[in-house]
């Protein structure tokens, strides 16, 4: 089966440690996206990569950083920087780069609770 | 960037009443994308509109995209139970990136 795995579902981290959430895809896409969801707030975009080993900032990059090494792989590092990390994580990822013609497939996510 | 106002937030039906879920925007929008995500579930895409007052129809759900592009809505008839989540709708803020909306959130009581 295609399709996009997060790992894993519930995260506890305590205060000051960095975390990484792990994402990977089998559809062969080429843009691949991390996005914060929190209560209220609909989706906001964190990173995304259009290519391996290219990746820009989206709105609310600050205290988060990514990689792209693989194409089908595109972990997140929460680091201590961010202020207020506890959140659910969504990864997705589209064929194409162009938003305009391409739907988003979204992993399961990940619920991250920082004590 | 470019920004989407969803409302209402939240609704509560009772089954069988009909729902109606609006996003606007201050600028005219090139297309919009509609996801729905079930409780405890990740958004999953539903349709994409791009011409000007467009209708697409998914059985008992109704997109339409207004004549500016500035609007659009989705409208489900009948509601049933399964209907239950939070609906988003989406927008390109870039080459390849979409912003969403906040949701509306819809509650179906049996």
């Known amino acids: 089966d295609g399709g996009i795995t997060q790992s894993p579902k519930y995260l506890f981290r305590k205060e000051g440690q960095n975390v990484t959430l792990s994402c990977e895809q089998n559809?062969?896409?080429?843009?691949m996206y991390w996005y914060r969801q929190d209560p209220g707030q609909g989706l906001r975009l964190i990173y995304y990569?259009?290519?391996?080993?290219?990746?820009q900032k989206g709105d609310i990059a600050e205290g988060y950083s990514v990689s792209r090494e693989k194409k089908e792989s595109f972990p997140l590092t929460v680091t201590s920087a961010q202020k207020n990390p506890t959140a659910f994580y969504l990864c997705?990822?589209?064929?194409?780069?162009?938003?305009?013609?391409?739907?988003?497939?979204f992993g399961p996510g990940t619920r991250l609770t920082v004590l | 960037g470019q920004q989407v106002m969803q409302i209402p937030q939240y609704q509560h039906v009772q089954e069988g009443e009909d729902f109606t879920t609006y996003c606007n925007s201050s600028?005219?929008?090139?297309?919009i994308q509609w996801y729905k995500q079930r409780p405890g579930g990740h958004p999953v895409f539903l349709i994409q509109?791009?011409?000007?007052?467009e209708v697409k129809k998914q059985k008992r759900l109704t997109f339409q995209f207004g004549e500016a592009k500035k609007n659009s809505s989705l409208h489900i008839t009948a509601t049933q139970t399964t209907d239950v989540g939070t609906y988003f709708c989406?927008?390109?803020?870039?080459?390849?990136?979409?912003?969403f909306g906040k949701g509306t959130m819809l509650l179906v009581s049996p």
């Open positions: 989406a927008v390109n803020s870039g080459y390849s990136t979409l912003t």
């Open positions: 990569s259009q290519i391996v080993n290219d990746f």
């Open positions: 997705a990822s589209s064929i194409g780069v162009v938003a305009y013609y391409n739907e988003q497939f």
């Open positions: 509109l791009v011409k000007s007052g």
């Open positions: 559809l062969n896409h080429d843009a």
């Open positions: 600028t005219t929008l090139s297309n």
